[in-house]
């Protein structure tokens, strides 16, 4: 990734945002993105390296990062980066909250219902959905002058598959919980939406799916191109700033066209495809 992938710009200055599952992927590219325009971000993950490298990053391209780590289904462990993050930029506007359980000892093992392990279920709950409330719990009253969540679910939080039904039942709940955050917290200038991608070429998806898989999520989209973790950036930096300052409540699809048709094209479209 770039400097020069990003605008200079300060719709983020002054501000001050926690990223969390920012080690690498999509939130990387999150908190590059506010930083560039001009955030201070929190870089948070669970893996202390990934927070440490994505913090060096930042601040290598000239921009403002701390670097911080905890599980975000622990509400001690959230509360301390909070208190942390408050404690080294005095305030706090902007929380994305992207941090999933994706481990192979969990989203591995996320397959057929009847044979789905209670502990996977529960892992990817506790990390995806309390993950997201613990975050606004501890930040939203820290938000003194208003201030923007943005959530990632997924469009499998949207539609039905016969594997990975804990983690598409989490992104479910989470946007229930957007409308709930919206609610409660409008009233204080706290506005909270989510962000719904389909696949995002990470380096992770690339290798974790393997061509076969990666041509079958080709046939699904209707563009010529998959999103990148900066295409989710951009969405999520744009609901982040005052240009979205009225929308809130919403869940945002960034698919490529994945859920824009029936079925049918996309078996039309592998049909047609040359041996």
Request: glycine share 10%; net charge neutral; aromatic share 4%.
């Amino acid at each position: 990734m770039s400097a020069g992938l990003f605008p200079s710009g300060g719709r983020f200055d002054g501000r001050v945002a926690l990223v969390t599952g920012a080690g690498s992927g999509i939130g990387a590219a999150c908190a590059a993105r506010l930083a560039a325009e001009g955030a201070c971000v929190g870089v948070l993950d669970v893996r202390a390296s990934g927070a440490r490298a994505t913090a060096a990053a930042v601040r290598g391209r000239g921009g403002t990062a701390t670097a911080l780590s905890c599980d975000v289904s622990d509400e001690k462990q959230v509360a301390a980066a909070v208190a942390e993050l408050l404690n080294a930029y005095g305030r706090l506007d902007v929380v994305h909250s992207n941090a999933a359980a994706l481990s192979r000892e969990v989203y591995g093992r996320d397959h057929h219902l009847e044979t789905l392990d209670a502990d996977v279920w529960d892992r990817t709950m506790a990390v995806n959905v309390r993950g997201a409330m613990l975050l606004v719990k501890h930040a939203a009253p820290r938000m003194a002058d208003g201030g923007a969540f943005v959530l990632t679910s997924s469009v499998s939080g949207l539609t039905g598959d016969l594997d990975h039904a804990a983690y598409g039942t989490s992104k479910a709940a989470l946007t229930g919980l957007v409308r709930y955050v919206a609610t409660t917290y409008g009233a204080r200038g706290i506005r909270c939406n989510a962000v719904a991608p389909a696949l995002v070429l990470t380096d992770a998806a690339r290798l974790a799916l393997g061509p076969d898989r990666l041509a079958d999520k080709e046939a699904e989209r209707l563009l010529p191109w998959a999103c990148a973790p900066e295409d989710v950036a951009d969405l999520v930096a744009f609901l982040a700033s005052d240009q979205a300052r009225c929308i809130t409540g919403q869940t945002v699809v960034i698919d490529c066209g994945t859920l824009a048709h029936r079925p049918e094209h996309a078996l039309h479209q592998r049909r047609l495809a040359p041996p």
